[in-house]
């Protein structure tokens, strides 16, 4: 039995870390034995939890284990002490781990490009880093036909990439998640819940969100931002200025995104830039009325006005007519949910994925025997 090894350096239970899990799971369910490592971060602890409640072995390595050296030398002995085949990353961090033990010349490495988060000049400069890195990989992959220009245009190899869309299983919400959540955000039942799920950065947009909300005709919405990020304090100080502080929460992470979106009645996904969310997926499974930017791989998975809303990225006046219209009018919510809910069971379920990633494995592994 070949093993894979998924590594991954985490800020949160955010999408990239339900691609790993549910691709983990299906792995092992046909004929791999894949294991995961965390790598630091905020979301290492919850990630390596919920894989071993799965049934799946996962290990944990903390901040203090991982420093620029010292984390190369310890990721590559570990991938030997555990006899590991393939080695999967996800993220710069582990790209560039593996890049700096040599790995690409010694293993099979694959990694997925999930999307960058360029908004600061250190990540600027870790996204070239990385980019450079993965010429070296056996196969890289992204999630996104955007992701994969970029790719190409930083001189990976097309013979070296795919394109491998997002794709999961749904998770369901507790019993009584819509009664209990909307009662925590004090949301009246006749108010609309407006949920928000991201990181809350500066390329996710929200602060589009508020001023689009903020400007609206109607008072009957409540809004709720699921996820942490450094923006936190500046989205409080401009809630507080458009004057609709007591009508948004800030909710931070949560690990029962699937009762959040239970709650909701609609869903908004203002990025700026994106690969291919998983929470959007989760939402269309859901069968929420989808609001979102055009961006990524997105304008792929839904059609506008067919399973949601598209709208530009960076218009807030766009984002404002859409909000009013989703706002009024039940009828189209109801035929775009159902139709989102038709279109993820069709497209982006788990076994999509898997069985996408199963056979780059076992190609990647046959070609790495073969040379």
Known sequence: MARALQVISTGGMYGAERVLLELSRFLNDNGWDSQILAIDGAG??????AARRMGMRAELFG???IGAWSGAKRLASYLEEHSIDLVHSHGY?????LAASGQPRRRVCVATCHSWY???LKMRAYEWLDKRCLRFFDQVVAVSDEILQDLLGNAVSAMRLSMISNGLDAIQPADQARLVIRRQLEVGPEELLVVRVGRLMATKGNDLLLRALASLNRSDWRLAFVGAGDQQPVLEALAASLDVAAKVRFCGFQDNVADYLAAADLFVSPSLQEGLPMVLLEAMAAGLPILSTSVG???KVMQDDHDGLLIAPG??????AALARLMASPWDRERWSAQARRTYAARFSRGAMGGAYLRLYDDALQRSQIE
């Open 44 to 49: 290492a602890a919850p990630l390596v939890a």
């Open 63 to 65: 901040e203090r284990d």
């Open 93 to 97: 961090k582990p790209d560039i781990l």
């Open 118 to 120: 360029s908004d600061t």
């Open 297 to 299: 791989q997105i304008p």
């Open 315 to 320: 218009e807030v006046d766009a984002l404002h």
